[in-house]
């Protein structure tokens, strides 16, 4: 039976596989059940940094005089309107203490942000309530044409900066993949003293009803193809950058999770395949990680962690060729 144990963010995890966050991992019934399935770690379900600044009105008026992106047809705001008056931050920061209290796993706090404003000091009431580390998604999705990309790139820089301030536990940052140059954002995010980058965000995807004529939602669960975008830049950015990487997307069972950690990925995490195949996957993953690792006689993961990074690759350009004739002309 070979070693699964991971260090991630500077955590001990038994395992490299982390259930994301998600509808999973917002109560304390389904987080201790995810434990006694085989998780490595849980990501807690976010919190909203919109739900984070409505807890003083000031501030969330603050966000509107900044122009903030909170415009009438919000999302995020709808949401806070059906649940602020569930007093939702009290109800987080207890989470994670009954979580602290019960299991064993290393538990990661979550915050959904767009900004740099007031809400970050919250990061020191998710730190004295016990969360092991703290993972930011950054969800910015830059559709203003408009907007210079040097400002947008810059919310990233300032929000870390200001929670770096306020925190001592490790931070993550959770970000897609929507940049001018996204090698080089990856390199500069991993040097401002983060100990990881989850890659990569999986965005909302629109979808319209033909019948009704109304847009609905498209794809909600991933599917394996979609690993493959992550697989690239792990494999491009391993061993190059100053933190952890995690892989997230599209990574469905045993196979998926090996393949991330040869490109380089220090731990990934999965949801979808929970949701499509139940939580007992966890399990069949770890076996299949174990049998593999087993059958090529690995004792232990860093023993084959970026092996086939593009760093280590025989063939670098085979992750950087987006359009290869040979493997094109090959369909006919
Ligand atoms: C029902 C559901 C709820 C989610 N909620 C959050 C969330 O609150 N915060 C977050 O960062 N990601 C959230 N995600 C995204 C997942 O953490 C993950 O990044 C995404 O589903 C891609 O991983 P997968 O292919 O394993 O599903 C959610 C995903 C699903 C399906």
């Not at 196979?255 to 995490?269: D, H, W």
Request: aromatic share 8%.
């Amino acid at each position: 039976m070979a070693d699964l144990t991971t260090k991630y963010l500077g955590l001990t995890l038994r395992n490299p596989i982390i259930v994301g966050s998600s509808g999973l991992t917002d109560s304390i019934d389904n987080i201790l059940e995810l434990e006694r399935a085989g998780a490595g770690a849980v990501v807690l379900k976010s919190l909203f940094e919109e739900q984070i600044l409505i807890e003083t009105e000031a501030n969330l008026r603050k966000a509107y005089e900044n122009d903030m992106i909170y415009s009438a047809k919000s999302e995020s705001l709808d949401y806070i309107d059906l649940h602020i008056k569930e007093e939702t931050l009290g109800h987080y920061i207890k989470l994670i203490g009954e979580v602290k209290s019960k299991a064993v796993i290393p538990v990661i706090a979550s915050i959904n942000c767009v900004s740099s404003v007031e809400w970050t000091s919250f990061a020191r009431r998710v730190e004295n309530a016990g969360a092991d580390a703290l993972e930011l998604n950054i969800a910015l999705f830059p559709s203003d044409m408009s907007a210079d990309n040097e400002k947008t790139e810059n919310i990233y820089f300032d929000i870390v900066s200001k929670i770096l301030k306020q925190v001592t536990i490790p931070v993550a940052l959770k970000i897609g993949p929507y940049f001018t140059n996204l090698a080089g954002m990856i390199n500069r995010l991993s040097k401002t003293g983060i100990n990881g980058l989850v890659l990569f965000n999986r965005f909302y995807s629109p979808d319209f009803d033909i019948n009704t004529l109304t847009e609905k939602s498209a794809n909600t669960l991933s599917n394996s193809a979609e690993a493959t975008n992550i697989l690239r830049w792990i494999a491009i950015m391993s061993g190059k950058v100053n933190c952890d990487l995690c892989a997230t997307t599209g990574i469905h069972d045993g196979q998926g999770v090996i393949k991330q950690i040869l490109a380089g990925a220090t731990t990934v995490q999965v949801v979808s395949t929970l949701y499509k195949n139940g939580i007992g996957i966890l399990n069949e993953i770890a076996d299949e990680l174990n049998k593999w690792m087993d059958d090529k006689g690995y004792n232990n993961i860093q023993q084959f962690r970026g092996m086939m990074s593009q760093g280590e690759s025989t063939n670098p350009s085979a992750y950087e060729r987006i359009q290869f004739m040979k493997y094109f002309s090959e369909i006919r």
